[in-house]
């Protein structure tokens, strides 16, 4: 089946810092990737949802200026957290999808602890 | 605006009992997909569904596009089978997953 990858898989950062989260298709061209977040003991929240060469879409109560989603080509896709402060600890999961109809594909999820 | 209700929350069985976890939605769907999560975190895919019933190895997902509804079925179940079951349905003409609460699944020797 697809694999899609996420790097790092865990980070531990300073408050103030920011930091770049990569989700990857391996094997198949991804042209919509989704991000979530995940809080401990809660569902998977849709946070944007990026098509490549273009703009992200952000969910309601996302900020946009916070959290920067780059989809520069079909298979990767950035999302930078922006000045890290320990609210943004969390379980972050992108997920693939190579066109209309077609199922998601998981990362496996990066877990951002913020100090 | 579509809701995704999962049953039960929690679930504990022995080793070999089959088991059933349901998914009700309250709106049109083009897809309803099962997904498992490990204590880990990681999220794999295990069905998706527009109609009927799909059968990977021990596991069995069905869905009633009337009433609404879809059920995952694990037969023969194992501890390695322990982790957080979820649904998501993509409502039609969406592209977002809805996600239902999660089933926590876990399964004694």
């Known amino acids: 089946g697809a694999v899609v990858s996420q790097h790092p898989s865990w980070v531990i950062c300073k408050s103030g810092t920011s930091v770049k989260i990569e989700c990857r298709s391996l094997?198949?061209?991804?042209?919509?990737m989704f991000w979530y977040r995940q809080f401990p003991k809660q569902s998977l929240m849709l946070m944007a949802t990026?098509?490549?060469?273009?703009?992200?879409?952000?969910e309601q109560g996302v900020e946009k200026d916070k959290f920067l989603i780059n989809h520069a080509s079909l298979t990767l896709s950035t999302l930078t957290v922006t000045s890290a402060h320990p609210e943004d600890s969390s379980f972050y999961i992108c997920?693939?999808?190579?066109?209309?109809?077609?199922?998601?594909?998981f990362g496996p999820g990066t877990r951002l602890t913020v100090l | 605006k579509n809701e995704v209700e999962q049953s039960p929350q929690n679930l504990t069985a022995q080793e070999g009992e089959f088991i059933t976890i349901n998914c009700s939605y309250s709106?049109?769907?083009?897809?309803l997909h099962w997904l498992q999560q490990h204590p880990g975190g990681g999220i794999v895919s295990l069905f998706m569904?527009?109609?009927g019933k799909k059968k990977h190895g021990r596991l069995i997902a069905t869905i009633n596009i009337q009433e609404k509804h879809s059920s995952l079925h694990i037969t023969a179940s194992h501890p390695r089978d322990s982790a957080v079951y979820i649904c998501?349905?993509?409502?039609?003409?969406?592209?977002?997953?809805?996600f239902g609460s999660g089933t926590q699944l876990t399964v004694l020797p």
């Open positions: 998501a349905a993509v409502a039609v003409g969406a592209r977002q997953l809805t």
């Open positions: 997920s693939a999808s190579g066109g209309r109809g077609d199922t998601q594909y």
């Open positions: 569904l527009s109609s």
């Open positions: 709106v049109g769907i083009s897809a």
């Open positions: 094997d198949f061209q991804a042209t919509t």
């Open positions: 990026s098509n490549e060469g273009s703009k992200a879409t952000y």
